[in-house]
């Protein structure tokens, strides 16, 4: 006779849990996340793959659900941009937009894994060819990550008897891997200025993908069509996520959107004598006072080695119409790469120079510049953030010629636009002169001369990310080309 109140109830598989089964809180089964290469681009393919692991002999593993994403992010910070308040009931934060999704709630759902096993589920997709490096800055970051969810229980079979099976829980298990994401040359245009469209997807992009379990014989199934009714509120969440709304802003000059952030410019001297740099005989900065004028020529000079031209880049940089020093970069393209050295060789003029140059400072940074456009009132004033990478000082007063080397960091970041903000590098020279009018020659040094004046110009370089070759990117070709890349 059976016990009272022994009530059967199905659950999922036809198992009939009792009520009084043993009920326990247990370590959560191995969900390990992982992608095919360290760096992708727009346009590769990218591979993803998903293993599960019930380290648990002696329980059986029921997969319930096992939801994915993959998406790219815009996010803002509120303290540098004029962002909207959120709704309540929005999942986005303040000054997000999902420009690229890929998302579904379950790829495989009451599936049984058995005490020890493992399955791997691999999840293929191709990244659009027009979106944004990946970029943690100070006003704003451009992120990607993949995320996977495990929901489910472990079953135990008492004796082989299904009436005497306990069922223990564990909490949602998520794995969250970061993506990295170099943008190329073609995208962003040679200095990092963007092409005519911006590389920010105005509409959110929804990625088709494909997925199988690994080593087997399965088909490749789409995401998103094999579960549909799965949940039905993602259809609805997936229609909002395709309607964020995005500003499309008119087409305008660069310079106009964030300010000339890598011009020459005119500092202060510490004597309150302040100058104004030229370059190609067109100031920067205008002023009514007669002032030291710092202009910049540059020549391109041949010369011959092992037979072979060799196309050599230098910068006369004047004062008051004469040579102060001559500046020759290490390397003639103003491109540079991440790891790259980047640095040259000053030469200085003292003889026959009304002026001496006593000192000078170098430094290679990135300047992060917000569109005025989009700019918090508060930040009106002062748009631009920037950060020195490397530094070099040195006494210049008595030396005819003088070196320095920089660094590219490893991990840039990389010369780009967007309509929110630019990005863009440049080489730093800060130059302590004698004032004008006065004669150094009556100081025992000219160092013991206690007025200083200042001048500063500035070398706008561009820094992109390495070749695929030798990043060992998948190219866009390769993965549209199912002789180069298999999918098996």
Same mark, same amino acid.
């Given at each position: ?13 036809? @198992? ?12 959560? &089964? ?11 681009? &727009? ?20 997969? /319930? ?7 790219g ?17 929005? /999942? ?17 759902? +009451? ?5 020890? *096993?493992?399955?791997?589920?691999? %999840?293929?997709? !191709? ?49 969250r ?7 190329? /040359? ?14 920010? &997807? ?23 069509? *094999? ?19 995005s ?14 952030s ?19 005989? /067109? ?17 391109l000079? +041949? ?12 910068? +006369? ?16 393209d103003s ?9 040259g ?16 400072? !170098? ?21 631009? !953030?920037?950060? !020195? ?5 040195? @006494? ?11 660094? @590219? ?6 010369? $780009?636009?967007t309509?929110? %903000? ?8 800060? $130059?302590?002169?004698? &004032? ?14 206690? *007025?200083?004046e ?11 990310a ?12 390769? *993965? ?9």
């Amino acid at each position: 006779m059976p016990r009272p109140g022994n009530a059967s109830r199905r659950f999922l598989f036809g @198992i009939v849990p009792a009520p009084y089964a043993a009920r326990s809180v247990v370590d959560p &089964p191995h969900l390990k996340l992982e992608v095919d290469k360290q760096v992708h681009r &727009p346009g590769d393919l990218l591979t993803m793959t998903i293993s599960i692991n019930n380290h648990a002999n002696r329980r059986s593993l029921l997969i /319930q659900m096992l939801s994915f994403e993959c998406r790219g992010m815009e996010k803002l910070d509120g303290q540098w941009f004029s962002v909207p308040n959120t709704d309540a009931d929005s /999942q986005k934060g303040r000054g997000e937009y999902v420009f690229m999704d890929c998302s579904t709630p379950t790829i495989v759902t +009451n599936q049984l894994l058995p005490g020890g *096993a493992t399955k791997t589920y691999v %999840v293929r997709t !191709i990244l659009p060819e027009m979106i944004p490096p990946s970029y943690k800055g100070t006003t704003i970051r451009y992120v990607y990550y993949i995320r996977v969810t495990l929901s489910g229980h472990y079953l135990i079979l008492e004796n082989g008897d299904a009436g005497g099976e306990q069922l223990q829980e564990f909490s949602d298990v998520e794995a969250r891997l970061p993506l990295q994401v170099w943008a190329t /040359q073609k995208t962003i245009g040679q200095n990092g200025e963007g092409p005519s469209d911006d590389i920010v &997807p105005l509409n959110t992009i929804i990625l088709d993908a494909y997925w199988k379990e690994k080593d087997t014989d399965s088909e490749w199934y789409k995401i998103n069509e *094999a579960f549909e009714g799965v949940d039905e509120g993602y259809a609805s969440s997936q229609e909002e996520i395709s309607s964020v709304a995005s500003y499309n802003p008119m087409k305008e000059d660069l310079n106009r959107a964030f300010g000339s952030s890598l011009s020459l410019q005119s500092f202060a001297s510490r004597s309150s004598t302040k100058g104004s740099l030229y370059v190609e005989g /067109q100031a920067t900065v205008s002023s009514n006072m007669a002032l030291p004028r710092l202009s910049v020529t540059e020549i391109l000079e +041949n010369s011959s080695r092992a037979e072979a031209v060799v196309r050599g880049r230098s910068y +006369n940089i004047r004062l008051d119409d004469q040579v102060l020093l001559r500046f020759s970069p290490k390397n003639s393209d103003s491109t540079y790469y991440f790891s790259d050295t980047i640095g040259g060789t000053l030469t200085f003029f003292h003889e026959n120079m009304d002026r001496r140059c006593l000192e000078m400072f !170098i430094t290679l940074e990135s300047k992060e510049t917000v569109n005025r456009k989009f700019v918090h009132p508060s930040r009106r004033h002062s748009p631009i !953030i920037t950060k !020195i990478h490397s530094d070099h000082h040195e @006494i210049v007063a008595d030396l005819l010629q003088t070196s320095f080397l920089f660094s @590219i960091p490893p991990d840039g970041p990389m010369s $780009f636009s967007t309509r929110y %903000v630019s990005v863009q590098w440049a080489i730093r020279f800060e $130059f302590l002169t004698t &004032p004008k009018n006065v004669d150094w020659t009556r100081f025992e040094h000219p160092l013991l001369m206690e *007025a200083r004046e200042k001048c500063e110009w500035t070398l706008p370089i561009s820094v992109q990310a390495p070749s695929s070759s030798s990043s060992g990117a998948t190219t866009a070709a390769e *993965a549209r080309n199912p002789k180069m890349v298999s999918w098996e």
